[in-house]
């Protein structure tokens, strides 16, 4: 799995520094390009899907989501 992640560009190993017998696998700068345009795609849909309610019923739609996750 870490391979194909590494292939893709998406993540890459480092030695450990505390143990140089392990390995640290952190993601790439591409990697936090592509998250960081993920998030900003989400908040606009968010924004968007919950532009018609007022802020009682957004509080109520938030609580129930997370309640939902547990």
Same mark, same amino acid.
């Given at each position: 799995?870490?391979?194909?992640?590494?292939?893709?560009?998406?993540? &890459?190993?480092? *030695?450990?520094?505390?143990? @140089?017998?392990?390995?640290?696998? =952190? /993601?790439?700068?591409?990697?936090?390009? $592509? +998250?960081?345009? &993920?998030?900003? *795609?989400?908040?606009?849909? @968010?924004?968007?899907?919950?532009? =018609? /309610?007022?802020?009682?019923?957004?509080? $109520? +739609?938030?609580?129930?989501?997370?309640?939902?996750?547990?």
């Amino acid at each position: 799995m870490v391979q194909r992640l590494e292939r893709k560009n998406l993540v &890459e190993r480092k *030695v450990c520094l505390e143990d @140089a017998r392990s390995k640290r696998v =952190q /993601l790439t700068e591409h990697a936090n390009k $592509l +998250l960081i345009k &993920e998030i900003e *795609v989400y908040q606009q849909m @968010a924004s968007e899907l919950t532009a =018609q /309610l007022d802020s009682n019923e957004a509080e $109520l +739609l938030n609580h129930l989501l997370n309640k939902a996750l547990k």
